[in-house]
């Protein structure tokens, strides 16, 4: 089975900038989760999506949302854009049902933010 | 909510020794545990991972012992190699289908050959 895969690998922006991710599960994964990596806060939740429903939100402003397509596939953007939005965001896939959510996870989205 | 502290944040060992990293969590209801590794560049490789209902699972030279009532749970890696080299984090939830991973700090484990 291919794993989960992120599109881009790196971005690059300015403040004030928007900005969308991508993320494409593991094939018959229903949830994804996305994470916030940074060297002070470590690894951060931001939300989560299931059958094209967020199930699961952490503590992050609302400029940053997220999305699920009915092939599971999701994206997350982040706009008006801050010098702290600096980090690695991955995506975490996993069957999403009780006993079945172990979450693998992809390579991550460097994003910089200038 | 839950917290999740781990220790050691930086662990050096040499080749062939064996690494613990313990963490501690503080939700009595959290009853998933996994391991993950992080190598430069990548995203986190789950390792290993346990639930509340058992006290301790190994694969080949890696183990994960869980202490429910002290809530804290290890990681034990023997006959550590170079390529163990990497960052290791611990993290908690609920086994439901829509919990969220809460996460350590991370330990960098250094094996020096």
């Known amino acids: 089975k291919a794993g989960v895969t992120q599109t881009p690998r790196y971005l690059i922006k300015t403040r004030g900038q928007q900005v969308t991710l991508s993320c494409s599960p593991i094939s018959g994964h229903r949830s994804v989760s996305w994470y916030q990596q940074t060297p002070g806060q470590g690894l951060q939740f931001l939300f989560e999506?299931?059958?094209?429903?967020?199930?699961n939100k952490g503590n992050f402003p609302g400029r940053f949302s997220g999305r699920q397509f009915s092939n599971s596939r999701s994206e997350m953007n982040v706009s008006t854009l801050e010098l702290g939005d600096s980090a690695l965001y991955l995506c975490?896939?996993?069957?999403?049902?009780?006993?079945?959510?172990?979450?693998?996870f992809g390579p991550g989205t460097r994003l910089t933010v200038l | 909510g839950e917290n999740v502290e781990q220790h050691p944040s930086t662990l050096s060992v040499q080749e062939g020794d064996s690494a613990v990293i313990k963490c501690t969590y503080s939700d009595s209801a959290s009853n998933y545990f996994p391991w993950y590794k992080q190598e430069l560049g990548k995203g986190p490789q789950l390792i290993i991972d346990?639930?509340?209902?058992?006290g301790e699972k190994k694969d080949q030279r890696i183990a994960v012992t869980l202490n429910k009532t002290a809530k804290h749970f290890s990681l034990h890696i023997t006959e550590t190699q170079p390529e163990d080299s990497a960052v290791y984090f611990c993290?908690?939830?609920?086994?439901?289908?829509?919990?969220?991973?809460?996460f350590g700090k991370g330990t960098m484990l250094l094996v020096s050959p």
């Open positions: 346990i639930r509340s209902n058992v």
């Open positions: 993290a908690a939830s609920k086994d439901s289908g829509y919990s969220t991973l809460t």
């Open positions: 975490a896939s996993s069957p999403g049902t009780s006993g079945r959510n172990t979450q693998y």
């Open positions: 999506y299931f059958s094209e429903t967020q199930r």
